[in-house]
């Protein structure tokens, strides 16, 4: 991702390279411009990681280049701010009811849960397909027999950076991970408390590309 700045937001990265640490009046002197107008791209390049602030000394440039920012800043980002709602099936429903579910629901991937709603298994929508070209009835198939179960399931956790739950969806190809609590650790249950999917990991790099990286 080519990521560039704006022509003021270069000059007030060079102010600070020269003259650093250097308070935001006279980043603002420099340039003409009053404080408040200048705040935004403070802020901005505060943000990113390319200028660092610091009370009654002022700005001064940390040394990292905007690529190195922006891997700073999806490393930071932690898998609880960008996970979404996951949508759940009980292990008794069957093919067909999973079907119309994602189809309603219009994911990808199914998390199924216990009557106790521990996580149990997730079904994918290759999975149904694979089920739909065979001859027997989708009403008659419980979905228990084509998830994949724990504990062979790829997981995430709410304090996981989104940078690692990224390279598990690509690693292990799959679209989406259950984000997880564990609730008896000794049994291996886990409580499912959201999802990460690809969609959620392109919408944080654009809202970083919205901030201004």
């Known amino acids: 991702m080519v990521i560039e700045l704006t022509s003021r937001q270069e000059k007030i990265v060079q102010i600070v390279k020269d003259e650093g640490p250097i308070t935001g009046e006279h980043i603002a002197d420099k340039l003409s411009l009053t404080r408040a107008t200048l705040r ?17 000394v002022g700005y001064f440039y940390s040394g990292k280049s905007t ?27 069957t093919v067909y009811d999973c079907i119309c579910t994602m189809f309603l629901e219009d994911v990808g991937t199914l998390f199924v849960v216990d009557e106790d709603n521990h996580l149990v298994g997730v079904v994918s929508r290759k999975d149904l397909l694979r089920s739909a070209i065979g001859k027997q009835s989708l009403e008659e198939i419980p979905v228990s027999i084509i998830m994949t179960r724990m504990p062979n399931l790829v997981i995430t956790y709410p304090e996981e ?37 690809k969609t959620n990991i392109t919408n944080a790099y654009v809202e970083l590309g919205n901030e201004g990286l």
Do not use: F, W
Not at 40 to 56: E, F, K, Q, S, V
Not at 70 to 90: A, D, H
Not at 164 to 191: C, F, H, S, W
């Open 67 to 93: 690529l190195q920012a922006i891997g700073e800043s999806i490393k930071n980002k932690t898998v609880n701010e960008v996970k979404s709602v996951p949508v759940l099936v009980r292990e008794n429903a």
């Open 161 to 197: 950076s989104l940078h690692d739950a990224a390279t598990k969806l690509i690693r292990y190809q799959v679209d989406a991970l259950p984000v997880v609590v564990e609730d008896d650790k000794e049994q291996g249950k886990m409580n499912i408390i959201g999802r990460v999917t």
């Open 40 to 56: 935004p791209d403070l802020a901005i390049l505060t943000m990113a990681g390319i200028l660092d602030a610091r009370p009654r």
